[in-house]
Structure formats: structure tokens, C-alpha cells
């Protein structure tokens, strides 16, 4: 708030929670809307011993008050107001403005999402932003509100994809409302409907979510295509500082802040590049789809930024998309496409800032044009780390596709099987679903996967069976963050048990670690055959 815009049109107060076009400023201030009667429901331990709190913190009466959502009491120099951004909607690289309600664009941000705290704590600089607390000037025309059903989702997801080494926005603490409630749609139990079929009330709830920025590729477009058409005096100038403060929060460590700004931009492009590549590389190798991959659902940072309608894929399907409105632009082997659409977003953001530069101009396109053969190579060393081998080969993971897909297997039991490097093929069928597709012969199939399952391992002779399996096994998790697993959990929390979010916290934040025989047999197991294409827990139209 002291370093970049404020909307010249905002009021200082915050008390800014009807929808309304905002044209220039990088952030309006808006005061959250509290939540009812809030109770804690969980933190993160983890995220709490790395900033020096105390657990305790988390259910004391100031900590509850501000992070959900109240600031009214807050000492100085803490502000009683938090600030709201607006962002562009690309979809897979094209435009929108139609959703906006002023069909401008002017009307797109953080429509429920609003930053309250920013502080350097252990050299780090962190910026907190509650999820769900109120209406800003971007929410067209919503309640502001998130439910506890989808902060569950996101709680936990943050929590998990930390622990499996995913760059991520991290989660701080979350809050339910006692008395508040609202109507959302959504699925009956049991419904195999594409959309919700029903309306319900749900509890309200804050979660708070923790990164660096929040930044996005959106935001980034929003200033620059301002920029272009000249749409104000200071866009330009606005565009340049928006990207200049960027440098400053994620990449201060990679970027020499003496450079000019046009090196800095071109070293931007590169390294936003690597950090996407690598993120996207990720997600695939623990099976995670981001569902909703637009381009004001891209950090710029290069973090996993959005727990709308992801998912993690049970069955291995290059096609798998849990979000019905999603598409295969936006599908599980597709997200390198898709993060490579909004690279090139990113890309003509920057472009404004360098017109007058034709070599800066030059290296820039190069970077982007380059960007499939960085992601492709990511991409084969990301499932040469999974198969335990010192390179890819291109034949054998072909052959292993088309088995897995054939067959069809679970993909994290199978690679986690895998991973003990087996003298059969007996315990990958630990990982096997019983509808084989394309499958007439079962005994010629099994000859298939027993003669992958030596050419496998005639490519990995140079190494000792010990030291691939340890290897791999810090590549493979062994739990994993199912949507039917975590649909009981919120189940319960909203009728104020919380013991199986807490469960789910512990078991999927040691990922990688064998844990009790009770969690191996809970959590390391099939998709129940009920369960498949169940609404609101193998796909769903909406997060909430």
C-alpha cells in the first residue's frame, strides 16, 4: 500500500463493497467483513514454527478477531483497512471481457479475497490474505463469502502440496462462522449429475493464505493492455512499476536490483519461465490438475496460486479434469500447454516496457519461443526421476503410458509400488482397476507388463536396487490428497467435527513417509468402484 497505487476512486475508510469499474491504481483499500461468531477449526503447525509463533496463537482473541476477518481493534502500525487488486481473464490465452459486468474488464479481481497483513518475519517477506472475507468492488455481484466446504479443500491443499515439494501459496490458519450461513448449489448425495442439482446453506468460513504476493499473470496483462490502448496518463507508468515491484517480492534473489529495468525485465521473462516449467513438471509428477489454469489463476510468481477446481487424479488419464467447465485445454497432460499460453500472456505484459529497445525486444521473444523445448525437457526429467532412471527414454515410458491407460491403474499406487522395485509384476496389480479396457487376452496382458517390467529394469542396471528405490521414492508419494477422502471431512467439520481435517493434515503432510499400518490401510487404497463419477467428489462444476 506504500510502494504501489491506490485507486484515486476509493474511499479510505474501506467501506467499498458494491460492485463498481475500477480504472486505474493498483489496489483499492477494503475494509473484510467479519464473520459471525467465528471458531477455530485448524492451522498450519508447520507454517506457524517457521514464522516463530506460538500454536497457541491460533485460538488466542486477537489472532481469532483479525484472521477472521475483523481489523477494527488492530494495533498500529497494522492498518484497519486490507487492500483488493484487480486482474485480465485470459482463457488458454485469449481475452475475455464478457464476464466482467461492465463488459470492460474494469470489473475483474479479488472479488472475495482481501490482504490484511504484510510483515518481514525471519528475513522473509510475507503477505496474508483472507479468503471469503466480504465483497470488494470486484465481486460482481457475489456474497464475498466462501464456505467451509471449499476453505476445507483449500486448508488442506496448501498444507499438502508444501509438503510434496510443490511450490505453493501456503495456508496460515481457518475460521468457521457459528451462525452464518449461506445458500449455494451443489450436489445431492450420491448424484452422478455434471452440475449441482440442488441448493443448500452452508457455514461461512475465512481461511487465510500466505505467499510472498499474490501477483498474477492477470494482473500483469490488466496494466499492460491499459498501457497499449493508453487508457490513462499514468499506465505506463503504472505497468512499470507493477512489474518493478514484482522483481522486488519474488525475485529480489535471482534479479541484481542495480540493473536497468529492461535487463530486468528480459532476466524476469527467463527466470518466471524456469519457475513455471518447473512447477508445471511438478504438479504432473504428483498427479495434481489445476482444473481452472486462466491466467488470473497463474502467480507470477511461480506458485501453485488457486484451489478452485483442482484435483488429484486417482485413475491415471492423460484426459483427467475434475472442473465440468473446465475442458481438455485445461486437462491433466495438457496444463504444459496450457502454462505455456499463459507464458506467452506473460510475455506480452512485458512487451510494452521494452518497444523502444529492438534487442531486449529480440531476447524476450527468443525466451518466449523457447518455452515448449524448456518445458519438454523438464517434462522428461520429471519422469525420468519417477521411473528411477538417469535419463528418459522415450520408447519405454510410450509403452508404459499405454499399459497404465489400458489397463487403467491408480497413479500414485502404481509409481509408489513401483518404487520398491519389484521382481514381479504381483504388486503393481496392488494398483490395478478391475474394468481393463481393450483387454481380450488377461494372460497376454500380464506377458505385456512383465516384459515392460524387465525392459524397465535392464534400463536401470547401472544402479543398485537400494539406491534407485530410495530415489524414487522421493519422487512418488505415498498419500495423496483424494477428493473422496476429504469429502467426510468437511461433511463432518460442518456439523462441528473437526477431528478428520486434523487427521488429514497429519497423514498428507509426511507425503513420502510409511506411516501406521492403521493410515496405510485408510489412505493407501482404490477409489471405492461406488464412488466414481459421484458429483462434488470426482467432479464438480464450481468450488464456492
Same mark, same amino acid.
Not at 476512486?9 to 473484510?32: I, L, M
Not at 450461513?181 to 440442488?198: A, C, L, T
Not at 485445454?329 to 510494452?352: D, K
Given at each position: ?6 485507486? !484515486? ?7 467499498? #463493497? ?8 493498483? %489496489?483499492? &483499500?477494503?475494509?473484510?467483513? !467479519?464473520?459471525?461468531? !467465528? ?5 498450519? @503447525?508447520?507454517? %506457524? ?10 485460538? =488466542? ?17 497494522? /492498518? ?46 510475507? *503477505?496474508?490474505?483472507?479468503?471469503? =472475507? ?14 467451509? /466446504?471449499?476453505?476445507?479443500?483449500? %486448508?488442506?491443499?496448501?498444507? #499438502? ?34 452440475? &449441482? ?22 494482473? $500483469? ?18 505497468? +512499470? ?17 542495480t540493473l536497468a529495468t529492461t535487463e530486468k525485465v528480459v532476466l524476469l521473462a527467463r527466470e518466471f519461465r524456469r519457475r513455471l516449467t518447473s512447477l508445471v513438471a511438478n504438479w ?37 479434469? &475434475? ?6 485445454h485445461y486437462s491433466f497432460l495438457n496444463q504444459p500447454a496450457a502454462a505455456e499460453r499463459n507464458f506467452h500472456t506473460f510475455c506480452s505484459a512485458l512487451r510494452p516496457l521494452l518497444? +523502444? ?11 518466449? *519461443? ?9 517434462? +522428461?526429467?520429471?519422469?525420468?526421476? @519417477?521411473?528411477?532412471?538417469a535419463d528418459f527414454h522415450p520408447a519405454l515410458f510410450s509403452e508404459l503410458a499405454t499399459l497404465m491407460v489400458q489397463t487403467p491403474v491408480d497413479y500414485t499406487i502404481f509409481f ?14 496392488? =494398483? ?22 524387465? @525392459? ?14 530410495? *530415489?524414487? @521414492? ?10 473422496? $477422502? ?24 509426511? !507425503?513420502?513417509?510409511?506411516?501406521? *499400518? ?27
Amino acid at each position: 500500500m506504500d510502494s504501489l497505487n491506490c485507486d !484515486p476512486d476509493a474511499k479510505a475508510n474501506g467501506r467499498d #463493497h458494491e460492485p463498481r469499474q475500477v480504472f486505474t491504481g493498483h %489496489f483499492v &483499500p477494503v475494509s473484510p467483513t !467479519p464473520i459471525e461468531n !467465528p471458531e477455530y477449526v485448524v492451522h498450519s @503447525k508447520d507454517l %506457524f514454527r517457521e514464522l516463530g509463533f506460538a500454536d497457541s496463537m491460533a485460538q =488466542s482473541t486477537d489472532f481469532v478477531r483479525v484472521f477472521s476477518g475483523d481489523l477494527t481493534g488492530v494495533p498500529e502500525p497494522m /492498518r484497519k483497512v486490507g487492500w483488493a487488486c484487480g486482474y485480465a481473464l485470459s482463457i488458454y490465452g485469449t481475452e475475455y471481457t464478457q464476464q466482467c459486468p461492465f463488459q470492460t474488464g474494469n470489473g475483474y479481481g479479488d472479488g472475495r479475497a482481501i490482504s490484511v497483513f504484510e510483515s518481514v518475519i525471519k528475513g522473509r517477506r510475507l *503477505e496474508m490474505q483472507l479468503k471469503g =472475507s466480504g465483497r470488494t468492488p470486484y465481486c460482481r455481484g457475489g456474497d464475498g463469502r466462501a464456505v467451509l /466446504r471449499s476453505s476445507v479443500r483449500e %486448508f488442506l491443499a496448501q498444507e #499438502h502440496m508444501h509438503a510434496l515439494g510443490v511450490p505453493t501459496s501456503r495456508s496460515l490458519s481457518l475460521y468457521v462462522s457459528k451462525t452464518e450461513k449461506v445458500q449455494r448449489p451443489w450436489y445431492s448425495e450420491g448424484s452422478h449429475s455434471q452440475n &449441482p442439482d440442488i441448493l443448500v446453506f452452508e457455514p461461512v468460513a475465512i481461511t487465510t493464505r500466505v505467499a510472498p504476493s499474490f501477483i498474477r499473470v492477470g494482473q $500483469l496483462e490488466l496494466f499492460a493492455r491499459r498501457a497499449r490502448k493508453h487508457e490513462h496518463p499514468q499506465a505506463m507508468e503504472e505497468l +512499470e512499476k507493477l512489474v518493478l515491484h514484482l522483481i522486488d517480492r519474488e525475485y529480489g534473489d535471482v534479479i541484481d536490483h542495480t540493473l536497468a529495468t529492461t535487463e530486468k525485465v528480459v532476466l524476469l521473462a527467463r527466470e518466471f519461465r524456469r519457475r513455471l516449467t518447473s512447477l508445471v513438471a511438478n504438479w504432473i509428477r504428483v498427479g495434481y490438475c489445476q482444473g481452472n489454469f486462466n491466467s488470473d489463476n497463474c502467480a507470477a510468481g511461480g506458485f501453485t496460486l488457486d484451489y478452485g477446481p483442482f484435483g488429484f487424479c486417482d485413475v491415471f488419464d492423460p484426459r483427467f479434469q &475434475p472442473w465440468t467447465g473446465g475442458g481438455l485445454h485445461y486437462s491433466f497432460l495438457n496444463q504444459p500447454a496450457a502454462a505455456e499460453r499463459n507464458f506467452h500472456t506473460f510475455c506480452s505484459a512485458l512487451r510494452p516496457l521494452l518497444t +523502444e529497445y529492438r534487442e531486449s525486444v529480440q531476447q524476450l521473444d527468443e525466451i518466449r *519461443e523457447g518455452f515448449a523445448g524448456v518445458m519438454q525437457a523438464e517434462m +522428461e526429467s520429471m519422469w525420468a526421476a @519417477k521411473l528411477g532412471l538417469a535419463d528418459f527414454h522415450p520408447a519405454l515410458f510410450s509403452e508404459l503410458a499405454t499399459l497404465m491407460v489400458q489397463t487403467p491403474v491408480d497413479y500414485t499406487i502404481f509409481f509408489r509400488e513401483l518404487s520398491n522395485v519389484p521382481d514381479n509384476i504381483t504388486p503393481l496389480k496392488k =494398483s490395478f482397476y478391475k474394468n481393463s479396457r481393450n483387454v481380450s487376452d488377461p494372460l497376454e496382458f500380464e506377458k505385456r507388463w512383465s516384459a515392460w517390467l524387465g @525392459k524397465w529394469k535392464s534400463a536401470a542396471q547401472s544402479r543398485s536396487r537400494e539406491a534407485q528405490s530410495r *530415489e524414487m @521414492k522421493l519422487a512418488n508419494p505415498k498419500y495423496i490428497l483424494r477428493e473422496w $477422502l476429504v469429502v467426510p471431512a468437511y461433511q463432518q467439520a460442518a456439523a462441528g467435527n473437526y477431528s478428520l481435517i486434523r487427521e488429514l493434515q497429519k497423514v498428507m503432510t509426511q !507425503p513420502y513417509e510409511e506411516q501406521s *499400518e492403521d493410515v496405510e490401510e485408510k489412505y493407501y487404497r482404490l477409489k471405492p468402484a461406488e464412488l466414481f463419477d459421484i458429483g462434488g467428489s470426482s467432479h464438480y462444476s464450481c468450488s464456492s
